[in-house]
């Protein structure tokens, strides 16, 4: 299970039009974090596990990293193949790359997902699994 994870990004306002398209479709929403980051998650009732997305440089960092440089891959749940769907016609539709068309993968079981890259190129999947995937 995962508490949380982060993503830093060249253009905070790009990146929240993706995140805002992309919530809907998964049952999620943004929430303002400060000025510097907004927090990608469930809702204030259930904040984690949440993604964090910020323009600040981490402490963690080492020298050479900048957004973008070293993709990211996060992959959601979603509730159905529908919300893939949506998920995939909405990223496209806030700027995001096509990186897998809505489908199921080979060698992965009951599983249907898609893959897109946000605007600073981390891969970004909804998936569903088991049932709901056939």
């Keep these: 299970m995962i508490d949380h994870t982060g993503i830093v990004v060249s253009d905070l306002g790009k990146a929240r039009r993706f995140y805002d398209a992309i919530a809907k479709p998964l049952g999620l929403a943004t929430a303002d974090n400060g000025e510097e980051s907004f927090v990608?998650?469930?809702?204030?009732?259930?904040?984690?596990?949440?993604?964090?997305?910020?323009?600040?440089r981490p402490s963690y960092w080492v020298d050479g990293?900048?957004?973008?440089?070293?993709?990211?891959?996060?992959?959601f749940i979603a509730p159905s193949k529908q919300a893939v769907d949506e998920f995939h016609r909405a990223a496209l539709s806030a700027g995001g790359r096509d990186n897998g068309k809505p489908g199921p993968r080979e060698g992965a079981g009951q599983y249907y997902g898609a893959f897109v890259l946000d605007p600073d190129g981390n891969n970004i999947e909804a998936c569903v699994r088991g049932q709901a995937a056939l």
């Design 40 to 56: 990608f998650g469930k809702s204030a009732e259930e904040p984690i596990p949440y993604l964090w997305v910020g323009i600040t």
């Design 65 to 75: 990293s900048r957004a973008g440089l070293n993709q990211m891959h996060v992959a």
